[in-house]
T-cell receptor
């Protein structure tokens, strides 16, 4: 079955330090992977995606993520965290089997990122 | 484009009443998703449509929930009768299959409170 796991409920980092938010996935076909961010009382905003090609993908606000097929992971990273990065982050997967971009889009439970000054 | 538009933004209703949530997807998008977000259960996929056809409604919690997409520019999620445990934020999202674009774009959500 298709699934996404975010093992950490919360990640705390100091401003200026690198951050990593973890995500692992399970799909039967090729994975289409996504990261979204949610600020309080707002909808989810798309950050970046992996479909195919280079395993390191870059997205909005300086975020990047690395696709690792052998570990079925897609961890979100940023070299230097900002206080304004504090938010709820969601990893999501869409099964690329068949027509690829028409399958269900499943989200992880979310990880709260807290960046302290 | 104005993005995905949901209405109402907030809804407070009494237990037993019918509630209808509305969504207008981004023009040209062919997939539409309905999600429910709660503290306890996170972000749950309720149902999704491709080309106005329901593909997977396995996430719909009970027969009290129903969703329709009569055309490419409008969808509704109905709860009848509503119960306090239905209180949550309901999100609609849409995505396109053209041009290699696969990410979904979310509306601002409808915060439902059933008292």
């Amino acid at each position: 079955a298709q699934s996404v796991a975010q093992p950490e409920d919360q990640v705390n980092v100091a401003e200026g330090n690198p951050l990593t938010v973890k995500c692992t996935y399970s799909v039967s076909g090729n994975p289409y992977l996504f990261w979204y961010v949610q600020y309080p009382n707002r909808g989810l905003q798309f950050l970046l995606k992996y479909i195919t090609g280079d395993n390191l993908v870059k997205g909005s606000y300086g975020f990047e993520a690395e696709f690792n097929k052998s570990q079925t992971s897609f961890h979100l990273k940023k070299p230097s965290a900002l206080v304004s990065d504090s938010a709820l982050y969601f990893c999501a997967v869409r099964d690329g089997k068949g027509s690829g971009n028409t399958g269900k889009l499943i989200f992880g439970q979310g990880t709260t990122l807290q960046v302290k000054p | 484009d104005a993005g995905v538009i949901q209405s109402p933004r907030h809804e407070v209703t009494e237990m037993g009443q019918e509630v209808t949530l509305r969504c207008k997807p981004i023009s040209g998008h062919n997939s539409l998703f309905w999600y429910r977000q709660t503290m306890m259960r996170g972000l749950e996929l309720l149902i999704y449509f491709n080309n106005n056809v329901p593909i997977d409604d396995s996430g719909m919690p009970e027969d009290r929930f129903s969703a329709k997409m009569p055309n490419a520019s409008f969808s509704t999620l109905k709860i009848q009768p509503s119960e306090p445990r239905d209180s949550a934020v309901y999100f609609c999202a849409s995505s396109s299959r053209t041009g290699g674009s696969t990410e979904a774009f979310f509306g601002q959500g409808t915060r439902l409170t059933v008292v």
